[in-house]
C-alpha cells in the first residue's frame, strides 16, 4: 500500500493521531470496582522517562479526555526539551467528578496503573489533583512527585510555575514595549487558581493593574479580597482594555472567535495549550502583532519543581535558581522568532525539537 492511500486509511484513526502527533505508547486504565477511568500518554522518551501531571475533568466524551491527554503530553515532551531538562514527555488524565470520585481506593488503583509502566512515565499533580492526592498514589509505585515536603518532596509546584510565568511574562513585555516593567500595564488574569492567584501576587508587587475572572464566584471574590484587584465577568476578559492576556485557567482560550476580541499586545499565562490551534491561531496573533510568550516555555517551572525531587534533595533555592532561566529562554526564542520569521509557538517547538534531535543522535553513539 502506497503511502499516501495509507495515510487515508489512518484519517480519523487513533493510530492516524498518534502519527500525526509523534506519541510513543497511549494506556487506557480501566477499574470497574472503583469506577477509575484513566488515559496515560507517553509522548516521547528520547530525553528521559515521560513526566507529566495527571488531570482529573469532568470531560464530556472519551474522545475529548483522548485529546486533551494527547496534546498535553506533547506539551510537556517541548516544556522538558526547552527547559534544558532530561525528561520525556507524559501526561494522565482521569474521567470524572474530582469532587466525589477520588477515594484511597481509586487513587491508589490509578497508582497500580503508573507502577505497571516501571518508570517509564512518572506522575505529578496537574488541575484538580492535589499533594494530597500524590501520597495515596505513592503508596502504590514510586513514580510519582510532586509529594509534600515532609515525605522529601518539593510541595506544591504552583509557586514555582507563577513565578516563571511572572518572568516569562516580564521578557514578552520588554520585547514588545521596550522595557520590561510591569508597573501601570493593565493585566488580565483568567482563573486564579494555585498558579494564578501567585501570579496576582507578583504583579500586585510591581504595581501592575490587575484584573481577574473565575468560573468559581467564590474564589474570585477571595482573591479579588485577598490582593485588592478588580473582577471581570468570564466572558468580558476577551473584550477588556488591556495590556496583557494572562490565561491561567484551561487551554484553547485563542482560538478564531476570541482571538478578534483581544486588544492585548503581549498574552503570556500559565495554562497548557492556550494555541487552539498551535500553527494557525500562532500566526493570526503575529498579524496581530500581539507577542506571544510560548505557554511550555513560560509554565515551566512546576516541571523544574517535580524535576529537581525526581532528581533527589529536593532544594527549593536551586529550583528558583532555575527557573530564573526562564526569562532569557523566552527573550531568546522570540528573538530567534523574529529572525527566521516564525511565530513563538512554532520557534519555541522548532528549538524543543531541534535539542531532542540532537540528544538522541548523541545517545546513539558510543
Ligand atoms: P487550578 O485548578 O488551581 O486553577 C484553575 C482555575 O481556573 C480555577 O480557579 C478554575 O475555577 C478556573 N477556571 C476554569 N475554567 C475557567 C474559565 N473558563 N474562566 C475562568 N476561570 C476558569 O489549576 P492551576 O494549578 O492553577 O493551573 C492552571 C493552569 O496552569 C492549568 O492549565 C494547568 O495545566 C497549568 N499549569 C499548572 C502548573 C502548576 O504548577 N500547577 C504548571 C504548569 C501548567
Known amino acids: 500500500m502506497e503511502i499516501k492511500e495509507l495515510e487515508k486509511v489512518q484519517e480519523g484513526s487513533i493510530f492516524g493521531t498518534l502519527t500525526q502527533l509523534g506519541h510513543e505508547q497511549v494506556v487506557w486504565c480501566h477499574d470497574q470496582a472503583t469506577g477509575l477511568k484513566a488515559i496515560i500518554a507517553i509522548h516521547n522518551t528520547v530525553l528521559g522517562p515521560a513526566l507529566g501531571g495527571t488531570r482529573m475533568w469532568h470531560y464530556a466524551s472519551e474522545q475529548e479526555a483522548l485529546t486533551d491527554v494527547l496534546r498535553l503530553s506533547r ?8 527547559s534544558g531538562i532530561n525528561l520525556g514527555g507524559g501526561k494522565a488524565v482521569i474521567m470524572g467528578d474530582a469532587k466525589t470520585m477520588k477515594t484511597e481506593a481509586f487513587l491508589r488503583r490509578f497508582g ?6 516501571n518508570g517509564k512515565y512518572i506522575t505529578a499533580e496537574d488541575v484538580n489533583m492535589k499533594t494530597a492526592d500524590m501520597e495515596y498514589i505513592s503508596m502504590e509505585t514510586k513514580h510519582v512527585t510532586g509529594l509534600p515536603e515532609s515525605m522529601g518532596g518539593g510541595g ?22 521596550g522595557s520590561d516593567s510591569l508597573a501601570h500595564k ?3 488574569v483568567q482563573g486564579v487558581g494555585q498558579v494564578g492567584m501567585h501570579l496576582v501576587e507578583h504583579l500586585v508587587k510591581e504595581n501592575a493593574n490587575v484584573f481577574i475572572t473565575d468560573i468559581s464566584e467564590d474564589r474570585m471574590k477571595e482573591v479579588a479580597a485577598r490582593y485588592g484587584v478588580r473582577t471581570v465577568g468570564q466572558e468580558k476578559i476577551y473584550d477588556l ?3 496583557i492576556y494572562a490565561p491561567c485557567a484551561l487551554g484553547a482560550s485563542i482560538n478564531d472567535e476570541t482571538i478578534g476580541r483581544l486588544k492585548c499586545q503581549v498574552i503570556a499565562g500559565a495554562a497548557n495549550n492556550q494555541l487552539k490551534d498551535d500553527v494557525k491561531h500562532g500566526y493570526m496573533l503575529v498579524d496581530r502583532s500581539i507577542t506571544y510568550a510560548p505557554d511550555f516555555l513560560i509554565n515551566a ?3 523544574m519543581n517535580v524535576y529537581h525531587e525526581h532528581l533527589g534533595n529536593y532544594n527549593r533555592k536551586r529550583v528558583l535558581e532555575q527557573a530564573e532561566n526562564i526569562y532569557a529562554t523566552c527573550l531568546n526564542t522570540l ?10 509557538q512554532e520557534a519555541a517547538m522548532q528549538l524543543a525539537e531541534k535539542r531532542i534531535q540532537d540528544i538522541g543522535r548523541l545517545r546513539m553513539s558510543r
Open 75 to 82: 506539551g510537556m515532551t517541548f516544556k522538558a526539551a526547552i
Open 112 to 117: 497500580k496503573f503508573v507502577n505497571s509502566l
Open 241 to 243: 482594555d488591556m495590556d
Open 301 to 303: 517551572g512546576g516541571l
Open 186 to 188: 493593565t493585566i488580565g
Open 156 to 177: 506544591d509546584p504552583s509557586p514555582v510555575t507563577a513565578y516563571g510565568v511572572y518572568l516569562g511574562m516580564k521578557a514578552a513585555v520588554k520585547k514588545a514595549f
Open 335 to 344: 528573538s530567534f522568532a523574529a529572525q527566521e520569521k516564525l511565530s513563538p
